[in-house]
């Protein structure tokens, strides 16, 4: 009798433990499932924001465009908002392709953590079907 309760009582114990475990990594993949939005969030505003400035941009040298005389020193703060336009894009080229290595390792990190999700799942399992027993 009395060792049919320690049995149980290390059952209960187990499951309590392999229970946290679980929970934690269940945590983790959500977590990362958030960081994964919240990255996409993040480089579509910074691609947007920028979008925002080259339009600023064109359509204040459309607006100013040089009537008749050119002021040497008007064309060379045209050529260096041209120039804004560039680095401007080439940020968002490095944002995106930023964006893409990031969410590439989380899903890395997620597809590790669901691995191991899973293989505690399995153990489990077997191992309360044989304290049961």
Do not use: Y
Not at 23 to 32: A, F, G, M
């Amino acid at each position: 009798m009395e060792n049919h309760e320690n049995n149980r009582n290390t059952s209960e114990d187990f499951d309590t433990v392999g229970k946290a475990k679980l929970d934690s990594l269940k945590e983790r993949i959500e977590e990362i499932e958030e960081m994964i939005k919240e990255r996409n969030t993040l480089s579509g505003n910074f691609i947007k924001e920028g979008e925002g400035m080259k339009t600023n941009i064109k359509n204040f040298l459309m607006e100013n465009a040089p009537e008749g005389e050119d002021d040497s020193e008007f064309a060379r703060e045209r050529s260096e908002l041209r120039k804004k336009q560039i680095e401007i894009s080439e940020l968002q080229l490095n944002e995106k392709v930023n964006c893409w290595r990031d969410i590439a390792l989380l899903k890395k990190e997620m597809r590790e953590s669901s691995k191991e999700l899973n293989e505690k799942k399995n153990r489990a399992d077997m191992l309360g079907r044989i304290l049961t027993e």
